[in-house]
Structures are given as C-alpha cells and as structure tokens.
C-alpha cells in the first residue's frame, strides 16, 4: 500500500525518523510472533505480520513503537542473516521447488531454484540439499530466495544423519586418497631398534588405528622408567607434500557414533603406522623417570626407534585382570606381558595420586557407545565406565605430553601448545564472592595461579555436590591450542603439547617434526604458522558439533518408542534457562529439555533462574544445577532431533486455586 502511495509513505518515513532504533537478534516462536533479543534482560515482541520480513536468528535494526500499549519492534536493517549456507529438505509446492532449512526454529519453506548443475527433476520430496540464502526482503528484495547447490542424499537414506551432519559442517565424508607408494623418509634419523622390548598397546577391542604402545619398568628407587613409543606418521609423509596440507585441512580424525572419517589415509593409519602386535614399525619415542611419589623427572629423552608390540590388549580384559588376578577370564599370553600389566598398574596409582594431590583431575564419567546393525539402524546404547585400564593409558600419554611441552619450550620456545587462562579475569571477583558464599576459601590473587586454580578444583572435588562446580564454569576460559607455551588451569599444568597421536591429530604431526629436529641435534627449527592454533581449534569445534548430531539423530530414532512406554529413566541437571532444564540422561547418555511448563503448571509461581543455576517454586528451591532426578520421555521431535523429558514428580496446582 506504502509503495503505491507516495503521500503515505513519506508520511511513514517521516514518523519512522522519529522513533528510536535498537539493534538484537530476532528469536521465533511456533504461534509466528517473536521477539527482538537486545540483550540477556531486553526482550521486544515482534508481532506475526513483521515475522515474514526476517528470519530466526536474523541480527537486525528495528523501529521501537508502541501498539496497543505495549512495545513492539519493526524488523528496518539487517545486520547479519543468520542463513547463509544451510542444510535442508525439499518440499514441493504447486509444483514449484522450496527448501525447508534443517533449523529447530525455522518451519517455513523458502522459495528455491538449483545452482546450475543440478537439475531439479532429480530432486524428490524430503531430499536433503545443500542451499544458500540469495535474497532477503530486509535487502530490499520482495520476498526470500535460496538457491540449491548440491543434493546431499535421498530423503529415506538410512546413512542420512552421517551425511547430512557432515554437510552441514561441510566436513569431508571420506578418508583421503592414498598414495601408490610409501617410502620411508628417514631425516637423517637413527632409529634405536627396541624391538625386544616387550611393549604393549592398550585399546578398545574393534580398534585398527593403535598409535601408542608403552614399556615400562621399575628402578632402584622405588620409582619407574617408561617409554612411550608413537606411531610415526611424519616418517611417510613430508612437510612440503600435497596430503600434508589435506591432513591440515582436516585437522583430526573424524570420530562419529558408528563410524570415523580418518584424517590420514587408511592404509597408514590402520596399517603402515598402526602399532600392531608382532609387527615391526618405525616410532618416536620418549623415555623419562617417575619418582615413587608420581613426579616426573626433568630428563625426558626423545629418539627415533623400531618396535614391535608384544601384546594388543583391549580395556576391559586388562582392567578385570588387575581386579580379578587369575579368576579373570582373560589372562595374559606370556609372564612378561604379565609383568607389564602389573608395572604400569603401579606407575598409573603413582601419577594419578600425584595429580590428586599437585594437580586437576576430573571425575570419571562413562564413554556412550552406539550399536548398529549392518543396515544402520541403533540397535542398543552400551556404556563404557572408565576404569583402570583407561586410567593407565591416560597417564602415560599426559606424563609423555608433559615431557614434550618442556622439551620444546626449552629448546624453541613454540610448538604446537594446548593451554587454558583458568577464570576470566573480569571474573575473578565473582567467582570469589561465589566460593566465599559456600564457605569456601578464595582470593583473586592466587585464582589467576595455576597454583591456586588447580588447589579451587580439588576443593570442588572433594564436595558432596556438583552444584557450586557447575556455577563456576560459567566464569572459566575456553581451552584453546597455540603456537607458545602457556599453563594449561585446567589440569593444573605450568605447560602440556600433544604429540601421542599423530596419526588422529595434525598438530601432533607439528610436534613430531619439531621434535625430530630435536633429536637431530638441531638448535633451530621453522615455527608453526600463526594461524594454525585458530585453525585446530575451529576443526575441533566442528568435529564435537557434528558428533553431537549425529548422537541426537540416534537417539530419537531409538527412543522413540519410550514415549509410549513411559520408561523411567535417572537424568542430571547441566544447564538450567529462563525456559527450563537442560539433563543428560544417565541410562544412555542422551540429552533432554524439560520445559518449565511440565515442571509446574502455572508459569507465575516458577522460576527458573540462569544465574544462580536454580529452579524455584513458590520461591522455594526444588531442583538445582548437578542434581539427579526421576523423568520419563514426553516427546521426540524427529525434525528437530530433540527429546522432551518430564520428572515423574510434577507440581500442580491445588483444586481450589484451579478454580480461582
């Protein structure tokens, strides 16, 4: 009507010009309306007919007026779409082509023409697409446009949660082209032969990519010696080679629930550099001493060797060998694997009470493992306790990883480093008024320590609840990975730099060469790039999102089935909002929201409460961060991979004020 009148339009201009402007995210609801975020206490409404110009999501400029007596904001500017490149499935109407995005919060098909390669007459319904946004009406443009770029894989395609996920990070769905040979690349290294030795590999049962394998012994001191021997994969691959800068381009090895994407060829990873029993291979190795009280010595040595393992072991045998003796149904093949099982057994109980008492360590929580049958369909969630033998290879990789972030910050001064500040310095304050409030000692001072943070963690440990743990993240640093050293807070560690999985991670590549040159007796070495650290860290983000999906595609399509049932299940509490609690069922794993409104029927008497990581009624405090509770599955959303859960104790309101 504004464009066709040219009176009304400048007499719209002319009151717009008046009004003030606010800058937020827009937030869609199911009912069509939605609302302006300004901030975490500003929310605007955004009334149905203004909905249709933006998208969830959408960063925008909006007019502030008042309608009806009450505020409203008028989507004007957009700051930042928030569709750029998405996933999303085909729909067609009126025999025309549309693109519904794969986003919990965006219901409506957006019109959609194919990029040209791509014909639409091999597009079905429900398909899923790879799509970009073209046009955006807060663009100026009359309504919104994407544009299909690639079909990823057919709408009833049983493998659809791998691909589509993998789409969406735009991460590779397959290992990298192999060579046609494999020379070895020596460096002018001498390697030790140890292939006497009896090194073992400890990992789970179906692994093929075994990239550590340790030896250790006792000494006169009541201490230990060790040697960690690590797949080397730089002995194959050069710096300057094409699938050098593949295996940068990925970062790490894929690890997704049923399946994994390598990040180096197969044939090397589960082959040529895996550490299989009786098989010679080439290895970096380091060799440093443990003190019986768990310190590790200063005088870590890195060489190049050939081993062999003498026994490809798995988890749980060993662990039920150290807890049951000879009434264990696996024994050891040979007393000297025997004996192996037995010294790192000790050298573990060393190391872990070292860090217990000097360091962080953090509660064991179970590993959830997918079962799928050869037609891709979850047949059972089996969950993994860490036990004893877990805690052994733990040890050994972070005793070996210490050695190697001292080694190359004393002779570089970089590397490949990963670090973490601790709490966020503009939080210090808080986080001491916080542990002061739970009768806990704390000064800012000695928080910004690795000293100090590290003694905060074991106090945290040591309590009944996880509750106060649970409120102090919110103020802590993200772990990052850089090319200086720095202390890692988080475990309590003045320096830490991986290098035990080459074969997995790219940055342990880095370290392998550099401590090659080490080796080498060189005194100088080429830094890493400034932005390889960003570069890992982004890939790392990527790969945890895209497992996550995976896990919660999985989970709806075996669970589905428990909405009818009503199974009980135990979940605990890891993030409460203003909207409800988010919990983790312990059975399995899977995650689940539970809306304020199944809580408590009346939504003036709760409060849930970000802050302070509470849930209260009637002002009384009824559930809290860390805590464990009886639910049962009230809903699967399929489209979105979500689960709504219930606690089977729901608070209602009594007859009388029903009535009322």
């Given amino acids: 009507m504004f464009q066709d009148n040219p009176l009304l339009a ?6 717009q010009e008046t009004l003030p402007k606010k800058e937020g995210q827009v937030k869609a609801t199911e009912k069509g309306f939605g609302f302006l975020e300004v901030d975490d206490k500003t929310s605007l409404f955004i009334p149905p007919p203004y909905m249709k110009k933006v998208l969830h999501g959408d960063r925008v400029e909006a007019f ?40 919990p919060q965006m219901k409506d098909a957006l019109r959609a023409k194919t990029q040209r390669g791509l014909s639409q007459d091999n597009l079905k319904e429900g398909d ?48 990298p082209a192999p060579k046609d040979e494999w020379p070895l690349l020596e460096q002018g290294l001498e390697r030790r032969d140890l292939t006497d030795l009896p090194f073992v590999t400890i990992d789970s049962e179906s692994t093929k990519d075994m990239d550590d394998a340790l030896y250790v012994k006792a000494n006169a001191q009541g201490g230990f010696t060790m040697t960690v021997a690590i797949a080397d994969p730089t002995a194959y691959i050069d710096a300057d080679e094409a699938l050098d800068k593949v295996a940068r381009d990925r970062g790490f090895t894929i690890y997704l629930p049923g399946r994994n994407i390598p990040m180096l060829p197969r044939d090397l990873s589960d082959d040529l550099c895996s550490l299989r029993a009786n098989e010679k291979r080439p290895a970096l190795c380091c060799t440093f001493n443990i003190a019986a009280d768990g310190t590790i010595a200063d005088d870590a040595e890195f060489f190049s060797a050939w081993i062999q393992s003498h026994g490809q072991l ?20 040979t007393p000297a694997i025997a004996d192996q099982i037995h010294q790192l057994h000790q050298f573990a109980l060393a190391r872990i009470e070292w860090r217990e008492t000097h360091a962080v360590t953090f509660p064991d929580r179970p590993d959830y493992r997918f079962e799928l049958s050869e037609d891709n369909d979850v047949i059972a969630i089996h969950t993994d306790q860490r036990r004893i033998a877990n805690r052994i290879v733990e040890e050994s990789m ?5 050695c190697a972030g001292r080694k190359l910050r004393d002779a570089f001064g970089f590397g490949i480093f990963n670090t973490h500040a601790g709490f966020n310095s503009e939080k210090l304050d ?23 943070f590290s003694a905060l963690r074991r106090w945290l440990n040591s309590l009944d609840t996880t509750y106060l743990d649970n409120r102090l993240r919110r103020f802590q640093a993200y772990s990052e990975i850089g090319h200086e050293p720095a202390p890692h ?23 392998h060469r550099l401590l090659k040159a080490i080796v080498r007796g060189e005194t100088e070495a080429n830094a890493p790039a400034d932005t390889v650290g960003e570069e890992l860290a982004g890939h790392r983000k990527h790969h945890r999102m895209a497992e996550r999906d995976v896990a919660d595609w999985l989970y709806t399509r075996l669970l589905k089935p428990e909405v009818e049932a009503q199974t009980r299940y135990t979940a605990e509490i890891f993030d409460i909002n203003r909207a409800g609690m988010r919990v983790r069922l312990l059975e399995n794993g899977a995650p689940a929201f539970i809306p304020s409104s199944l809580i408590m029927d009346n939504k003036t008497r709760i409060a849930c409460d970000k802050e302070t990581g509470t849930v209260t009624i009637d002002g009384n405090i009824e559930f809290k961060l860390g805590d464990s509770l009886e639910v049962i599955i009230a809903d699967i959303k399929e489209t979105t ?3 709504v859960a219930k606690p089977t104790q729901v608070f209602t309101l009594p007859e009388a004020s029903q009535s009322e």
Avoid at 10 to 15: G, P
Avoid at 398 to 402: E, F, G, L, R
Avoid at 436 to 442: Q, R, S, T, V
Wanted: proline share 4%; hydrophobic share 40%; charged share 30%.
């Fill in 10 to 15: 400048q007499l719209k201009q002319q009151i």
């Fill in 64 to 103: 502030v007026r008042t309608e009806k007596d009450r505020e409203v904001a008028e989507p004007d500017t957009l700051v930042e779409a928030s569709l750029d490149r998405f996933i999303g499935r085909v729909q067609w109407i009126r025999n025309r082509l549309n693109v519904v995005p794969d986003h």
């Fill in 128 to 175: 899923w697409v790879v799509a970009s946004l073209i046009r955006h009406p807060l663009k100026g443009d009359d309504n919104f446009m994407c544009q299909a770029s690639e079909k990823i894989t057919d709408a009833d395609d049983k493998i659809a949660p791998w691909w589509v996920t993998l789409a969406k990070h735009n991460l590779p769905n397959q290992e």
């Fill in 314 to 333: 798995a988890y749980d045998k060993v662990s039920d060998y150290i807890e049951q003796g000879e009434q264990a149904a696996w024994q050891p093949e």
């Fill in 398 to 402: 972070i005793s070996a990883n210490i």
């Fill in 430 to 452: 808080d986080v001491v008024e916080l542990v002061k409030a739970h009768d806990g000692e704390a000064d800012s001072e000695s928080l910004a320590t690795v000293e100090g």
């Fill in 489 to 511: 807070y988080a475990m309590g560690l003045d320096v830490y730099a991986t290098w035990t999985s080459p074969i997995r991670k790219y940055g342990d590549m880095i370290n």
């Fill in 641 to 643: 991979r979500s689960i």
